[in-house]
């Protein structure tokens, strides 16, 4: 009986070791497998085999988190649409394209020479329904529209004219930090085919220079008074550093939008022109302009792109 009981202990003991080396095994190779999969496979120095792919795609929990900021970047833009008295609110526009689209003169808006200057356009070329808001001058300086624009998170695009901006310099300071683009709308709005090449120049250089040293940067995007120019224009505006003239398809007031187009609509990356105004120019302030622009845009179901973005 002492022998049998020997016996059976010793086998007992047998099978705890073998299923303790099991564990182990599996630990092991389940700890060799995990840092691969972790961080695309290569964390370990190990390439992937020929003809593989190394795996890129982020982890669950950084997906879920990056769905977690829309919804509450989504709730927020609700909110601030509600306060701001919009009936619907603003459409988010879709992500920067990674190669922007190539810009073209508009046929019919060339000059003689048009080959090698800044092209003049009014639409982007892209198939998505996303136009851009752009805001000339700088007459009226509404701190409700920073507020506004900012709590909405709609993108738009400044052009000013020295003669008026001069007047406080501060508040587009403030404008830029929050993301804003400023660029050239000459010194003094002048009508630009009246003026000499050296006229032009004076007004597109000068600007340049003031945006420079009251904004730090020289601006690329150029938009002549009135829509206004000629080859001398263009010529003149290459030579202080700009890149590109956009002008517009369609312009907003605080009642009405008026059509460049025969069909009297929005179309994919329309480029929408407005002003710096208030309630001494037009029936209405800055915000209430904002509110006919987005109910137009939003109803149609067009969401309101950065500019920049595709230039």
Same mark, same amino acid.
């Given at each position: 009986?002492?022998?049998?009981? =020997?016996?059976?202990?010793?086998?007992?003991?047998?099978?705890?070791? *073998?299923?303790?080396?099991?564990?182990?095994?599996?630990?092991?190779?389940?700890?060799?497998?995990?840092?691969?999969?972790? #961080?695309?496979?290569?964390?370990?120095?190990? *390439?992937?085999?020929?003809?593989?792919?190394?795996?890129?795609?982020?982890?669950?929990?950084? $997906?879920?988190?990056?769905?977690?900021?829309?919804?509450?970047?989504? #709730?927020?833009?609700?909110?601030?649409?509600?306060?701001?008295?919009?009936?619907?609110?603003?459409?988010?526009?879709?992500?920067?394209?990674?190669? +922007?689209?190539?810009?073209?003169?508009?046929?019919?808006?060339?000059? +003689?020479? =048009?080959?090698? $200057?800044?092209?003049?356009?009014?639409? @982007?070329?892209?198939?998505?329904? @996303?136009?851009?808001?752009?805001?000339?001058?700088?007459?009226?300086?509404?701190?409700?529209?920073?507020?506004?624009?900012?709590?909405?998170? @709609?993108?738009?695009?400044?052009?000013?004219?020295?003669?008026? #901006?001069?007047?406080?310099?501060?508040?587009? *300071? +403030?404008?830029?930090?929050?993301?804003?683009?400023?660029?050239?709308?000459?010194?003094?709005?002048?009508?630009?085919?009246?003026?000499?090449?050296?006229?032009?120049?004076?007004?597109?250089?000068?600007?340049?220079?003031?945006?420079?040293?009251?904004?730090?940067?020289?601006?690329?995007?150029?938009?002549?008074?009135?829509?206004?120019?000629?080859?001398?224009?263009?010529?003149?505006? +290459?030579?202080?550093?700009?890149?590109?003239?956009?002008?517009?398809?369609?312009?907003?007031?605080?009642?009405?939008?008026?059509?460049?187009?025969?069909?009297?609509?929005?179309?994919?990356?329309?480029?929408? $022109?407005?002003?710096?105004?208030?309630?001494?120019?037009?029936?209405?302030?800055?915000?209430?302009? @904002?509110?006919?622009?987005?109910?137009? #845009?939003?109803?149609?179901?067009?969401?309101?792109?950065?500019?920049?973005?595709?230039?």
């Amino acid at each position: 009986m002492q022998l049998v009981r =020997q016996n059976d202990q010793y086998g007992r003991r047998r099978k705890r070791r *073998k299923g303790r080396t099991r564990v182990t095994a599996a630990a092991l190779t389940a700890a060799a497998i995990a840092p691969g999969c972790a #961080v695309g496979g290569e964390s370990d120095g190990v *390439k992937p085999a020929p003809g593989q792919q190394r795996l890129d795609a982020p982890p669950a929990r950084a $997906l879920d988190s990056y769905a977690h900021k829309l919804r509450v970047a989504q #709730v927020a833009r609700a909110a601030a649409a509600k306060r701001w008295g919009l009936a619907k609110t603003p459409l988010a526009a879709p992500a920067a394209p990674a190669k +922007k689209p190539r810009i073209t003169t508009r046929k019919g808006f060339e000059v +003689k020479g =048009q080959a090698g $200057l800044p092209p003049v356009f009014t639409t @982007i070329p892209t198939k998505k329904k @996303i136009v851009f808001l752009t805001i000339d001058d700088g007459a009226e300086k509404d701190p409700a529209l920073l507020k506004m624009m900012t709590q909405l998170k @709609i993108p738009y695009t400044a052009f000013l004219s020295d003669y008026l #901006v001069k007047e406080d310099y501060g508040y587009f *300071k +403030k404008m830029q930090s929050r993301g804003v683009s400023l660029n050239n709308h000459t010194l003094n709005h002048r009508y630009m085919p009246g003026l000499s090449y050296a006229g032009q120049r004076r007004e597109i250089c000068g600007m340049q220079d003031t945006i420079k040293k009251r904004y730090g940067k020289r601006p690329e995007l150029f938009r002549p008074p009135y829509g206004n120019y000629n080859v001398d224009t263009l010529r003149a505006a +290459k030579s202080c550093g700009i890149k590109a003239v956009p002008l517009w398809a369609s312009e907003a007031f605080v009642d009405r939008m008026e059509w460049r187009e025969w069909d009297k609509d929005l179309h994919p990356g329309d480029i929408i $022109l407005t002003h710096f105004r208030g309630r001494e120019h037009w029936k209405g302030t800055m915000p209430d302009m @904002i509110r006919k622009v987005m109910k137009t #845009v939003t109803d149609k179901g067009y969401a309101v792109a950065r500019l920049e973005d595709y230039l």
